[in-house]
């Protein structure tokens, strides 16, 4: 199975990834956690997206669309992929219809989360992150056991530079922008399941599973 999961910053794409790849047995691939890989290790590729990623900017799409294509015909992506947070543009969008043509692996469904303004500002801010193993917590709604730690790792959680109400209005506006055009042409497609991600986490995970079951 090959899906795409799509929504705006604090829609839960992290959160219910973690679930769909677990329960379908399927590659989770979130070009936000490559990049910031990117940045934490230094590459040449780090360095250049660093600057776009703070200011809450979309990267050059010729370096994500690549790095998607690599990560694509790996293996371990031979059982089906979940892509996070990518593609943003519709420039992405029709470079993914080349690469998934080119591998002979097409989409089956396009998870859309739909969450109001003020749900997506509450949950950006009171959202911590494992830097070590990628696990998301949320202060309020999800906390780990011991505050300011890692469940899964032990490692320390981090606030991400970018869970600001600043940085949060610029990725709105990219991604009314550049995002809202590519869900509409996977609608065109048929492939699009809307989700009301305004609930609590087991009603949206259910209806997640029945679309997916339905399809798989
Ligand atoms: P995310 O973790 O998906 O919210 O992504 C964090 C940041 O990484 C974004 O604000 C962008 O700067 C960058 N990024 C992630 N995915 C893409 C993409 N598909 N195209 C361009 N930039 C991206």
């Known amino acids: 199975m090959n899906l795409l999961i799509m929504g705006p910053a604090g829609s839960g794409k992290g959160t219910f990834s ?41 990267v050059p799409s010729d370096v994500v669309n690549q790095m998607v294509e690599y990560t694509l015909a ?7 992929w979940l892509l996070d ?35 997506l500002q509450d949950r950006i801010t009171t959202r911590r992150v494992c830097p070590q193993c990628g696990a998301i917590y949320n202060i309020k709604s999800h906390p780990s056991k011991v505050p300011g730690i890692c469940d899964q790792c032990g490692h320390e959680l981090i606030q991400r530079k970018d869970d600001t109400l600043e940085e949060l209005e610029v990725r709105m506006t990219e991604y009314h922008q550049n995002t809202e055009p590519v869900i509409e042409f996977y609608e065109t497609k048929g492939l699009v399941h ?8 087991e009603t949206i995970f259910g209806d997640i599973q029945e679309i997916l079951d339905r399809i798989g």
């Open 74 to 80: 790996q293996d371990d992506c031979k059982a089906g």
């Open 85 to 119: 947070g990518y593609p943003r543009t519709l420039e992405q969008a029709n470079a993914l219809e080349q690469i998934t043509e080119r591998i002979g692996r097409p989409i089956d469904a396009v998870i859309v989360l739909e969450v109001g303004l003020e749900t």
């Open 18 to 58: 973690e679930r769909i790849i677990e329960h379908y047995a399927i590659k989770h691939i979130s070009t936000g956690d490559m990049l910031r890989e990117h940045v934490k290790s230094q590459t040449e590729l780090g360095k250049l997206a660093a600057g776009y990623m703070n200011a809450g900017k979309l």
């Open 194 to 201: 809307r989700i009301d991600g305004d609930r609590d986490r």
